[in-house]
């Protein structure tokens, strides 16, 4: 039968159109909390039959009993901060659960941490994979459970998990499916709520996890960590005199995208003297020695503090060194930079000192 003219349009959106999402309150008899102390800290963990997991990559993640959206471990980026799981946009229908899903006959634990552990190493490392440690002390079941990680594209994604004995056969890429649902489903509270203050326990679970699994490969003390193969930007403009500089007092020049997961573990556990620009990169100070000391290249309006605090948890000593920025509008957190003659010189000065003393 043929549909009259004017209901068209009407069927299309009621076809495309998905009920709003409710915030859950009061109990689920489908939904299970468990509170566990991991590191001194206090995280909530959830376990749902019947879950629903839904993510758009970028700036939201929503775990759902039904259509009630379950509170503490769903998560809603806005506006450059997150924000309350009522103005979760599954919540407020800003937007909508898509009609298709992937079904999964297998318990489901998440890992997706928004956009950032998409492809960022320290998104990944540190607010993708302590999601592991924060489930395996909440559900200790969970260790055969199929997970929900951000991407699998890059090698350090699959090395890290492979490390964690995790099989490729338990592993689903949001980049594959962005709404899944399950007969059991777990997900927990970000293990780094703000990237700026990352909890003590995290870096010391990266290092306990991964520095067993260093490459058999040599590398120097003093290492200045090259940013010419970055395709985001915060490039050192001045980099061939830097290194040219830093070579004579026996640097050795590394791009990190030229080695192997296992090799950068291996390389910041040889170092004892880092210089480089502000970057993912530096989340490998969790594999220095005690005592190793940090250059990290600012621009001079830019500083966040997430390296810091590593070095600090790790006992390493972190020297900021804020430099000129050369930065186009709206775009400081890319911003290139340029170290002056003096900053330099204090940097060769500091390696002499550190050779003096070995």
């Known amino acids: 039968m043929k549909l009259p003219r004017l209901l068209s349009p009407l069927v299309g959106r009621l076809v495309r159109w998905s009920p709003a999402?409710?915030?859950l309150s009061g109990v689920d008899p489908r939904v299970r909390f468990v509170e566990v102390d991991v590191g001194g800290i206090p995280y909530k963990a959830?376990?749902?039959?019947?879950?629903?997991l839904f993510t758009d990559r970028t700036n939201n993640i929503s775990f759902l009993s039904g259509r009630r959206l379950v509170p503490?471990?769903?998560w809603q980026y806005e506006s450059n901060e997150t924000v309350g799981d009522s103005k979760n946009h599954l919540v407020t229908g800003a937007i909508r659960l898509p009609l298709k899903?992937?079904?999964v006959h297998a318990p489901v634990a998440s890992l997706l941490t928004g956009g950032g552990g998409n492809h960022n190493y320290f998104h990944w490392m540190c607010d993708c994979l302590p999601r592991i440690q924060i489930l395996q002390a909440a559900f200790p079941d969970v260790r055969d459970a199929m997970y929900w990680v951000p991407d699998l594209s890059r090698?350090?994604?699959r090395d890290t998990l492979g490390a964690l004995g995790l099989k490729q056969d338990q592993l689903l890429s949001s980049a594959d499916a962005t709404f899944l649902r399950t007969d059991r489903g777990f997900a927990v509270s970000p293990p780094i709520p703000d990237p700026e203050c990352v909890p003590r326990w995290v870096p010391h679970f990266l290092r306990e996890t991964f520095l067993p699994h260093a490459a058999p490969r040599a590398f120097g003390p003093r290492v200045f960590i090259s940013r010419e193969d970055t395709f985001y930007g915060r490039r050192l403009l001045n980099e061939t005199h830097v290194a040219q500089v830093l070579v004579q007092e026996?640097?050795?020049?590394?791009?990190?995208?030229e080695l192997s997961f296992a090799e950068q573990v291996a390389l910041f556990s040889a170092a004892?003297?880092?210089?480089?620009?502000?970057?993912a990169g530096l989340t490998n100070l969790v594999f220095c020695q005690k005592g190793a000391e940090i250059h990290e290249l600012f621009a001079d309006s830019y500083q966040p503090q997430m390296y810091r605090q590593i070095a600090a948890h790790m006992d390493l000593l972190h020297v900021p060194v804020a430099c000129e920025t050369v930065a186009a509008p709206g775009v400081?957190?890319?911003a290139d930079v340029r170290l002056s003659d003096s900053q330099l010189a204090e940097i060769v000065a500091r390696s002499r000192r550190l050779s003096q003393n070995s």
């Open 155 to 157: 090698a350090f994604q």
């Open 332 to 334: 400081l957190r890319a």
């Open 272 to 279: 004892r003297l880092v210089v480089t620009v502000h970057g």
């Open 46 to 52: 959830a376990e749902v039959i019947k879950a629903g």
């Open 250 to 257: 026996g640097f050795q020049v590394c791009r990190l995208s």
């Open 72 to 74: 503490h471990v769903s």
């Open 21 to 23: 999402i409710r915030l």
């Open 101 to 103: 899903f992937r079904r």
